[in-house]
């Protein structure tokens, strides 16, 4: 009699809760964006639609492009990692000879009506080029392979901040250092590297580092009250106020989709961008905004499942810095809205309207579906 093989119970090769989740998250950002541009674009004469259906279509990119992603074996990454590190970095020189000027910053290459963003992809070269070096670590990371690690993220972080996008640049210190203690570093060592990130940020505000407008976007969630703002803080307080009065004004329930007074009449700035989740807090109200933020922390919680879940440490680190990346850019847009984080570019991921930021998010679950789908042997 031939043996028969147990059938024993196979995990599913698909995260259906990451991809299901996502997509809805997505759905809803599509609705708001419209919602959020609607009344602005016909007020100026335009199609309410232009920035519904650009959204969509970044939507159904992102899609294509994290299907790609997870069909590919992570572990083939690692040797490309190198080869993805410097292209991105000659990306952000080519932006600063050839990008396009926008709102005083240089972070684009525009192509027609498209525009791409090079920094949104440097968090995740980061990821990849530093789960790369640290999983060749066995044996521990020593003070040299720390310098050497430090001096690899130098080199986007400088560039980014540059454009300037300091947003960006914050993520992907926090993804650094994150990143490192999951690597086995040392306390006492990240403890240094912690503070000395403190000290350079107080250097940057206190020694003509930064530009007005982004030591008064930092700073204002602090100094909601001043007594005598300048221009910058009077701007940055404006928005916040406004940020916080649409989210109030929604109430427990929200206003319902489309008639927020506060989204509809366009009186938030950057409110398809920056403050995409003052259209979510007006419409929907405490309760909308708060399974908005589930869902949102759902997908998080998968991205930290898959790190556990990761058969190699390659897989572990990757899946680390991209709970991060995710986390970090939930934590961080939603809080500014709310004036307890300082205002910076971050959007909200799969919210806000942004073809790169959505396509970036969609590679970075994409290749959290590739850890988990090859989590066993």
């Given amino acids: 009699m031939p043996r028969v093989p147990a059938t024993g119970r196979r995990a ?5 809760v990451l991809v299901v989740t996502t997509l809805v998250v997505a759905v809803i950002g599509v609705v708001m964006v419209y919602t959020a541009t609607r009344g602005t674009l016909v007020a100026e004469g335009l199609s309410g639609t232009y920035y519904l259906k650009r959204q969509a279509l970044f939507v159904v990119l992102g899609v294509v492009a994290m299907v790609v992603v997870a069909a590919v074996d992570y572990r ?7 080869a993805i590190y410097v292209l991105v970095v000659l990306s952000l020189l080519a932006v600063f000879v050839v990008g396009s000027h926008a709102q005083g910053s240089q972070r684009w290459f525009s192509f027609g009506p498209l525009q791409l963003q090079p920094s949104e992809f440097a968090v995740l070269a980061l990821v990849l080029a530093v789960a790369t070096y640290c999983s060749r670590r066995t044996e521990g990371l020593a003070w040299r392979d720390v310098v050497r690690v430090l001096l690899l993220a130098a080199v986007p972080i ?16 926090v993804v ?4 490192l203690a999951v690597a086995g570093l040392p306390g006492r060592i990240l403890v240094l590297l912690v503070a000395g990130a403190a000290v350079a940020v107080v250097i940057a505000l206190e020694g003509g580092l930064l530009h007005h407008y ?20 009077k701007a940055a307080i404006y928005n916040l106020t406004q940020a916080k009065d649409a989210i109030g004004s929604g109430g427990l329930f929200g206003t319902g989709i489309g008639h927020g007074v506060q989204t509809t009449l366009g009186y938030v700035p950057e409110q398809q961008t920056d403050f995409i989740f003052t259209a979510v807090g007006e419409q929907l109200g405490f309760v909308g905004a708060t399974g908005v933020l589930v869902l949102l922390g759902t997908i998080s919680w998968r991205f930290l499942r898959n790190a556990q879940l ?8 990757l899946c680390a810095g991209l709970f991060t990346f995710f986390a970090f850019s939930v934590f961080q847009n939603a809080g500014m809205t709310m004036g307890i984080m300082p205002i910076t570019g971050i959007p909200l991921p799969f919210l806000s309207y942004g073809g790169t930021a959505v396509l970036s998010f969609f590679m ?12 066993r042997a």
């Fill in 12 to 16: 599913f090769p698909v995260d259906v």
């Fill in 214 to 233: 982004q030591i008064a976007r930092i700073t204002s969630f602090l100094n909601q009250d001043t007594a005598h703002p300048s221009v910058f803080q």
């Fill in 158 to 173: 400088v560039l980014v901040m540059a454009q300037p996008d300091l947003g960006t640049a914050m993520i992907m210190t």
């Fill in 176 to 179: 650094l250092l994150v990143m």
């Fill in 76 to 82: 083939r990454l690692e040797p490309l990692a190198t």
């Fill in 364 to 375: 970075a679950v994409g290749l959290a579906l590739s850890v988990h789908a090859r989590r």
């Fill in 310 to 317: 990761a058969r190699d440490p390659f897989g572990r680190l």
